[in-house]
Nanobody, 127 residues
Framework: QVQLVESGGGLVQAGGSLRLSCATSGRTFSRYTMGWFRQAPGKEREFVSAILGSGETPYSADSVKGRFTISRDNAKNTLYLQMNSLKLEDTAVYCC????????????????????WGQGTQVTVSS
């Protein structure tokens, strides 16, 4: 069983930066592919980015390319999302998720592939 706890959300002005963290329990973090998803009020959950246990990042959503960077520190069992040049439309609840196994050829944009989910952290971008 993997427990995920997000942190780092808050209020930030447009153009600013924020770094989200996802702390995990368990001793097998490096075996899991990790992903970030977000959901704005009244909208469906949206894939943001994914990272393999090796540190490869096979895909990120077009809407965040060049602005957001996913990373992980396996020694700390922690996943990160560095968010730069934030826009109003980035406002959402951001959740991290974990999936055991897979490869770079797996479609990690599909939330159904993930086994565990955090409760989410609110990111609000203001003008």
């Amino acid at each position: 069983q993997v427990q995920l706890v997000e942190s780092g959300g808050g209020l930030v002005q447009a153009g600013g930066s924020l770094r989200l963290s996802c702390a995990t329990s368990g001793r097998t973090f490096s075996r899991y592919t990790m992903g970030w998803f977000r959901q704005a009020p009244g909208k469906e959950r949206e894939f943001v980015s994914a990272i393999l246990g090796s540190g490869e990042t096979p895909y990120s959503a077009d809407s965040v390319k060049g602005r957001f960077t996913i990373s992980r520190d396996n020694a700390k069992n922690t996943l990160y999302l560095q968010m730069n040049s934030l826009k109003l439309e980035d406002t959402a609840v951001y959740c991290c998720a974990a999936a055991y196994g897979g490869s770079r050829y797996t479609n990690w944009r599909n939330g159904g592939l993930y086994d565990y989910w955090g409760q989410g952290t609110q990111v609000t971008v203001s003008s």
